[in-house]
């Protein structure tokens, strides 16, 4: 009897074990549509690629950052000039926060726009929306810890616009500071967050979303619904696997080669240690994906009636935030999958007010 | 029987239902609590020495430490000195002195304030906190009530 070579006995052992045919076999059988907009399908594994890449650069980063007002400028200082290749990671992780963020937007516009949200599929888009405000929980709380002047200040400013509040507002702010003032406590608190808990939170939604994914397959956006009725011919679709993950290959290659590109050719800056007593720099701003936000309340007048301008505008905020959450029951066309197009309006405006604000921040200053 | 048997597995349930319903509520209550810094007593002087006779030129100014927070030391042209507090009334940023612009100057949002503390122009809605000044032999004393 001809005996197989080693390694195919030990992959079948592994296969008897672990059972991994069944789940290959799953994904054959999974189909993806094929149509004009399969394009978008890319954008939600690309986040998840991001997120592979964000757990094992801050993993690395955890091995020298020493948490601390006295250690953490200085310990990350060390490791961008003396660690080998320490830059590199440093860079890699804050590039790929900021391309996650962004593509994380991308994803959840082009899902909205394609309204993928509708029946059955209202809690995949709520977990969404959840894993892009954890996700930009992550960016506001590693920001503070290299205890740069501009992140500093930058929480400050933040936290503090947080206290405005109505009647939670005090509190708010003493919780995310740790105390009234951004001090050591406040890098402490945010450093737990942004290295245990936000990433577990953010694992359990990624979990329960993907699942979701796998369990309803891919929608049909409304216009490739209609084409299906009308010639009353399916879709064509390929299978998930192998088809489809070579699509999603393609694709996570060309970020990490754009990642890579940026963290070398434009390494991500350390800037000057905070010092409470020394005077704000100029040029403090939020990251990219609060500007917009940021640049609203600038803009609001400073009393609406009896209220405060600012207290509207996070009020505001709040509300849209919520509304966006909810859309697949607001939106009453989507059981039946119906041609909703107000919602395709709101969308629009949506993307349309967030771009042009974060523009005019930046242009006007 | 059979009616017995129902009703035993439903007290069941609702008491491990309701027990565990109470332990996770009390684990979650004591979770927010611990997240809530708890007040530490703040060492807050009411005085303290911001500088040294001779120490700034007229036309300059410093920060000093007052407690834990930033407090700026001006001294006026004509060689007198005033204080405030160097926090921005905006949004908590550190102020300064432009001796460029003559007056106080937060770099954050682009706020004013006059020699007088008082917000001139930009987003501040107040005057800077006041603190008194008093000049006792070497030393530049910066009291809280101004
Ligand atoms: C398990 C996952 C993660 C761990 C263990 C981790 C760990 C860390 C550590 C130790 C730092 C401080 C070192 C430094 O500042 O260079 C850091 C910084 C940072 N992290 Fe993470 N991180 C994780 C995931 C994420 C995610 C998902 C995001 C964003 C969506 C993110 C965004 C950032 C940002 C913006 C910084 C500041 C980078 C800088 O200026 O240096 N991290 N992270
Ligand atoms: S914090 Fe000073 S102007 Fe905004």
New binding site residues.
Partial sequence: MKREPVWVRILDWLNDRLQSNKLSELARKKLVPVHKHSFWYLFGGMALFL?LI??VT??L??IY?RSGPESAFES?KF?VSEVPFGWLV?SV??WS?NL??AILFVHMFSTFLLKSYRKPRELTWITGVLLLFV?MG??FT??L??WNELAFFATKVGTQIAGVLPFLGDFVMKVLRGGDDVTGATLTRFFGF??FIL?AV?ALLLGLHVYLVQLHGMSKPPDVERREEKTGKPCPSVPFFPNFIYRDLIAWIFVLVVLVGLAVLAA?ELGVRADPLAPAPAGIMPEWYFVFMFQTLKMFPAHVGPFEGEQLAIVGFILAGLFWMFVPFLDRSSPEGARGKLFTVLGICAIAYIGVMTLVSYLVG | MEKDKVSRRQFLNALLGTGLFAGLLGSVYAAVRYVIPPDVPEASPSMVVAARVGELNPGTAKIFRFGAKPGLLLRLPDGSYRAFSAICTHLDCTVQYRSDMAHIWCACHDGHYDLNGVNISGPPPRPLDKFGVIIKGEEIFVSREG
């Fill in positions: 997120f964000q757990v801050g993993s980063l955890l950052y990350v490791l440093r992780h804050s926060a996650m963020i996700s992550m960016g590693g920001y810890l290299p942004h290295v990433p953010l991500w």
